[in-house]
């Protein structure tokens, strides 16, 4: 790698890396002991999370991309929509309405899809091929894929 492809990937990755890392940390340092504000903490460090496994497979070799993506960032994707759901309704006050037995458990339930992911040998509901097109490893875009980005889209509709 040239350093022309390190700054491009320096610039395309590290700064929404420390933009996540400053709001996180900013959220947190107001009240650390609101929920509210711990959940938006964890909110960005997932979007952290996502760029920063991003920059990594796009520092190592080709072969390990499929495992990076399925462990670390489809993991991290499946958190994301739990914690803003979470986040939404402790935010509108809904949490008081909710029964204290499913309150806040149901919106951890995709824990249990990060679970079986990994347990299936993490191939689910990421791409397993992956091609270089220049400086970028791209995906092969595959079922698992397709149904990622569709389960993704519905969430953020029902948000």
């Known amino acids: ?3 022309k492809d ?3 990937l320096l610039f395309t990755h590290g700064l ?11 959220v947190l340092l107001r009240n650390k002991r609101k929920v509210e504000h711990i959940l938006l ?7 952290l999370l996502l760029f920063a496994e991003e920059y990594v497979r796009h520092q190592v070799p080709l072969e390990y991309s499929p495992i990076l993506s399925a462990v670390w960032l489809s993991s991290t994707g ?5 914690f803003g759901a979470h986040f939404l309704i402790k935010l509108t006050h809904l949490d008081q ?3 204290r037995v499913i309150y806040p458990y149901v919106f951890y339930l995709p824990l249990l899809f990060v679970v079986i992911n990994l347990a299936t040998g993490a191939d689910l509901i990421s791409s397993q091929q992956f ?3 220049g400086m970028w490893k791209l995906p092969v ?16 509709l029902l948000f």
């Not at 499946?78 to 739990?82: A, Q």
């Not at 875009?141 to 953020?156: C, L, Q, R």
């Open 41 to 47: 903490s964890l909110i960005c460090l997932c979007y």
């Open 131 to 133: 091609y270089e097109q």
């Open 6 to 8: 390190a700054l491009i």
């Open 141 to 156: 875009y595959n079922t698992g894929y397709y149904i990622a980005m569709t389960s993704s889209v519905v969430m953020d």
């Open 78 to 82: 499946i958190l994301i929509p739990g």
């Open 16 to 26: 929404p890396i420390l933009f996540f890392a400053y709001m996180a940390t900013d």
């Open 1 to 3: 790698m040239n350093i």
């Open 97 to 99: 309405k909710m029964p």
